[in-house]
């Protein structure tokens, strides 16, 4: 089966300006998750779906840049739009979306989920933190009994998607409009691999993790 892996990017941001670009270790947020992806064997191809040439500047060597159309820049654009594009312009079996705002996602991680669905019968992968302590929606406990506390390690989890990267079939997009099927499996991701950068402070807190953790 085909893989191919990709990351939409755009050079523009509103919350943290030009989040993309913004240096994290030695190297642009974006290169992080791509050259990750680089070095799992099985994934066939790295792509970034850009409209702007200059992301080049930005791309580790061995990723491939296709340019998409400037529409999918916009402030309203959802993933949906932005997934229907890509599969229409690279045919594989299986995709692998990935965000670039999760620079510390190890090799291990992905190549483990993307494993599990080329080997192992799931229809899709995602990363998740796991979260076993008291969880409460709209008013109401979703995890425990007030009347009946439980201890925390008896606990039923709850699983916070990451973001991190999607992994699904072609047919899952296509005839059900899913990036998470109906049988996925669930990554588990530590707090530093889960960090997400959506805000300046999350771009400050992920420059200071990474003097620690990454060497590039």
């Given at each position: 089966?085909?893989?191919?892996?990709?990351?939409?990017?755009?050079?523009?941001?509103?919350?943290?300006?030009?989040?993309?670009?913004?240096?994290?270790?030695?190297?642009p947020?974006?290169?992080?998750?791509?050259?990750?992806?680089l070095?799992?064997?099985e994934?066939?191809?790295?792509?970034?779906?850009?409209?702007?040439?200059?992301?080049?500047d930005?791309m580790?060597?061995?990723?491939?840049?296709?340019?998409?159309?400037?529409?999918?820049?916009?402030?309203?654009?959802?993933?949906?739009?932005?997934?229907?594009?890509?599969?229409?312009?690279?045919?594989?079996?299986v995709?692998?979306?990935?965000?670039?705002?999760?620079?510390?996602?190890?090799k291990?991680?992905?190549?483990?989920?993307l494993n599990?669905?080329?080997?192992?019968?799931?229809?899709?992968?995602?990363?998740?933190?796991?979260?076993?302590t008291?969880?409460?929606?709209?008013?109401?406990?979703?995890?425990?009994?007030?009347?009946?506390?439980?201890?925390?390690q008896?606990?039923?989890?709850?699983?916070?998607?990451?973001?991190?990267?999607?992994?699904?079939?072609?047919?899952?997009?296509t005839e059900?409009?899913?990036?998470?099927?109906?049988?996925?499996?669930?990554?588990?991701?530590?707090?530093?691999e889960?960090?997400?950068?959506?805000?300046?402070?999350?771009?400050k807190?992920?420059?200071i993790?990474?003097?620690?953790?990454?060497h590039?």
């Open positions: 089966m085909k893989v191919a892996a990709y990351a939409t990017i755009k050079l523009n941001s509103e919350r943290v300006p030009h989040k993309n670009i913004q240096p994290i270790g030695s190297k947020l974006c290169y992080h998750i791509l050259n990750t992806a070095k799992v064997k994934i066939d191809d790295v792509y970034v779906y850009c409209s702007d040439d200059k992301v080049t930005y580790p060597a061995g990723a491939k840049f296709i340019k998409r159309e400037a529409w999918l820049d916009g402030a309203q654009i959802r993933a949906k739009d932005t997934y229907t594009a890509f599969i229409n312009d690279v045919d594989a079996d995709y692998i979306a990935m965000c670039t705002t999760s620079p510390f996602t190890k291990e991680t992905l190549e483990n989920a599990k669905v080329l080997y192992e019968g799931y229809d899709s992968a995602f990363t998740a933190k796991r979260m076993q008291f969880a409460w929606y709209k008013g109401e406990p979703i995890n425990y009994d007030p009347c009946d506390v439980p201890r925390t008896d606990m039923e989890p709850v699983y916070i998607e990451t973001s991190a990267f999607f992994i699904f079939k072609k047919e899952l997009w059900h409009g899913r990036r998470i099927g109906f049988n996925p499996y669930i990554q588990e991701v530590d707090e530093i889960g960090i997400d950068i959506d805000t300046m402070d999350d771009l807190f992920a420059q993790i990474a003097e620690q953790v990454l590039v």
